[in-house]
């Protein structure tokens, strides 16, 4: 996560950047690094700032905290019209008029940055309210056969038992559902973590004889994947905070992807090119985050009501898609159709190479 952290807060300087109003060093005076003739609070010849950083502490406090308080306008222009008129938005950048808007790409690595933070908060909240729930309840629960089981009860004795006494169900697998139904979770992500350890191993038995080069191959296969698979049932508190900061740095990937994505959508259209589609990425994806920011926050209060808002993505890319691209209704949805295919498949593998990259650094200690 650092890395993100690092290139967002250096991008949030930007939005909290103090304007000057007047220069220390007034009009007429020569500047004191190429002594050209000041008309403004920064030198026209060699852009010095026109300041006399003679100063006392004071002086420099006030400064200090004023650039840190006072919001770029650009702000309050640009997320305004983010929300409301998002295809304006991006055509107004395309078409040259940039200098009212805070930078994409900045806007993109902040926002992000907020919504990590905000979803870990909610994440807690949620965790602790099932906490509070589950204490409330005499213990976790868990539904079988119609019925909600707590822990100490008849019902999840009966259930425990008809567990047991599964013949179809491994040792692993026993353990794993009662812990799951007892709310163990540590005990449950060591026997899951047993469970697929096992069934690799009965596979690797069942397979083919094989010899040389193939065996050895295999051999490699099972040793790297054992490996991993202990670290995560021995440790799945560590296994849970490297998912964590692998989330950050794979999320990165979410922008040149859609600007892919879209690439290929107008691969026929001569019009745009793709630095088009990459502002576009980063303005529709500041939304979404915005909008997930807002959901996880309301969430923290309204519970899972607050996902409701989720019908507004599809809502506001329609009129981002429509207003940037300039394309009419048919062509629009038909677009929107064919890259909700192209995402269901690409973020699902990155999902996959999200699990991997923190499957795989389980075995790095």
Not at 85 to 93: E, I, K, S, V, W
Request: aromatic share 10%; proline share 4%; hydrophobic share 50%.
């Amino acid at each position: 996560m650092a890395e993100l952290e690092t290139a967002a807060l250096a991008s949030a300087g930007g939005w909290l950047k103090w304007k000057r109003q007047h220069a220390d060093i007034p009009p007429g005076t020569p500047c004191a690094n190429c002594q050209t003739v000041l008309q403004g609070p920064h030198c026209h010849e060699c852009g010095q700032l026109a300041e006399d950083f003679h100063k006392s502490i004071w002086k420099l406090t006030v400064e200090a905290v004023e650039s840190l308080l006072h919001l770029d306008g650009r702000l309050f222009t640009t997320l305004p019209n983010l929300l409301r008129r998002p295809g304006q938005l991006t055509r107004d950048y395309l078409d040259g008029k940039r200098a009212a808007q805070v930078q994409p790409f900045r806007m993109f690595l902040v926002i992000l940055l907020i919504a990590f933070f905000v979803g870990h908060a909610a994440m807690k909240a949620d965790a602790d309210r099932r906490h509070d729930a589950e204490a409330a309840r005499g213990g976790a629960t868990m539904k079988y056969n119609g019925r909600t089981i707590t822990p100490g009860t008849a019902a999840m004795d009966e259930f425990r038992t008809q567990v047991m006494n599964d013949p179809t169900l491994t040792e692993a697998e026993k353990k794993t559902q009662i812990a799951a139904a007892e709310g163990d979770w540590v005990t449950f992500g060591r026997s899951l973590g047993t469970d697929v350890a096992e069934k690799a191993r009965d596979n690797a038995a069942d397979a083919p004889k094989m010899e040389g080069d193939d065996a050895e191959k295999l051999r490699s296969v099972q040793h790297w994947f054992d490996a991993r698979i202990a670290a995560v049932r021995d440790d799945p508190a560590r296994f849970s905070l490297i998912l964590e900061i692998w989330a950050h740095r794979v999320a990165i990937l979410a922008l040149p992807v859609s600007a892919l994505m879209l690439t290929l959508l107008f691969a026929f259209n001569r019009r745009y090119f793709v630095f088009d589609h990459v502002i576009f990425s980063m303005h529709s994806l500041s939304f979404q985050l915005l909008l997930l920011i807002a959901i996880m926050g309301l969430s923290i209060v309204t519970g899972p009501v607050a996902w409701w808002l989720l019908w507004l993505a599809p809502a506001h890319l329609y009129l981002h898609m429509k207003g940037a691209y300039q394309r009419s209704v048919f062509g629009t949805l038909a677009r929107m159709f064919v890259l909700f295919v192209l995402t269901t498949c690409t973020f699902s593998l990155l999902a996959l190479l999200w699990l991997y990259l923190g499957f795989n650094e389980m075995a790095g200690h």
